[in-house]
């Protein structure tokens, strides 16, 4: 084999690393719905609903603190776990060298954490009070925010073969949650709050991707990550001082954390979301982030095949006997549109991604 | 001025001065970093390297094959050289950069 051969393989397995870093972003993200779901009714967060309301009296803002509570615990939980991710791949070290660089970059992670807190309680927000589908479409819709700011503020490139998989694995998405939102799983206390929830998962995201990617470029994948958790969990941990501090009662359940099955789910959501953003934002500087995000933008499909296998199609997909025809059905149409958009992108050509940047 | 921080800003500062091949970034900047002066922290380099070049931020130039197994035999070793978008980068970095004790 010549240097132009061997040049031209690398390139191509560059873009098989990002792919494949994008897919296990979305398996871990779909993975993540299964004990997402499962601590909802654990007394660990159940009982916050209850323990706001006795202590407010209003129903909705114990449903928003409820998912504050949640997401403060899943941005801890990661936080932690990433140290033993570092400490193994042998980065504390730079974790410490890049954290220092406030002025430098740390600054883009403490603005990634902050608009991940923002879209993460947004996605709850959205589940809970308006349907679980409506949050997942709701989501999907970041990577077109992604992708516009990418090419604006970032100057990659997308090819127009790559903006057709953003909108195919897009329009995927949405087709298989539409039948539960045409069904009329929608009923609510207030769809207000829930709309404001979808506006803030599909923004933050979008964002965040966008302000990664610029830290990205000067900065580990692993440690940045790792930055962006801690960032996102301090801004949790004073968010919830400061409602403890109000005299609500959020912080009543938190012994919860020592019973061995909470414990478990509380591990389990730490890990796959960890790993789910380590694959994401691991993707970002191979196939850059319009790519990323699109590919990554496959949980929805991943979501609703692991939820389909623990909880069963019935709960997973929320149908009776007389919507499953409309539900199952726009499932199946979104997940074979979802592998034509992943098809699109796997198959465009590796020199096209060799560079994300014009080159000058 | 920018030893022990984050490894990419040293790789940029390292190519300020002219190209340099795939061994040479590796070698020197693991002797600079503790723990990384094994096979695995080169590797780390040069897959910083490689990050960096998908990027845009340093160029992929000449390149040969490892034969001779001076750094992974049979790979390609391949000389960096900054990129217009790499030299914006240097001088920001410069201009922010927390200079740390060695």
New interface residues.
Partial sequence: MDVNEIRAMDHARKKKIGLLMGVLCALYWGVWYVPGYAIYVSPLIDSVYGNVLDATGNADLAGILQAVFLTGINAVACALLLFIWNAGLGKSRELVRTLVQVKAVTKYYVLAGICGACAVSGTYLAALFLSPGFAAIAGLLYPIIGTIMSVLYLKQKVTKRAYLAVIVLLIGGITLYSGSILAGNTESSNPLIGCIGGLMAAVGWGFEGVVAGKALDLTEPDVGLHLRFIFEGIFWVIVLIVIAICGIPIFDTIGWLFDPTTFLLVLLIGFSFAWCYVTWYKSFPMIGVARGQAIGSLYAACGVIFLSIFLGPEIALGYNDDTMLLIVGSTIAGLIICLIGSFLLASEDAEDVASLREVS | MME??????RI?EFLEDGPKRTEEICNALAKE???YDND??KA?IKF?C????????I??GE???DEQGIFQQG??LIMYSL???GKE?LD??KS???P?KV
């Fill in positions: 022990g921080t984050p490894v990419k800003f940029l970093y503790p723990g695995y922290g780390k910083d490689i990050e960096l070049a998908s990027s845009g931020i160029n992929e390149a040969v094959i790979k390609l990129s217009g978008l980068y920001y970095l922010t950069v927390k740390q």
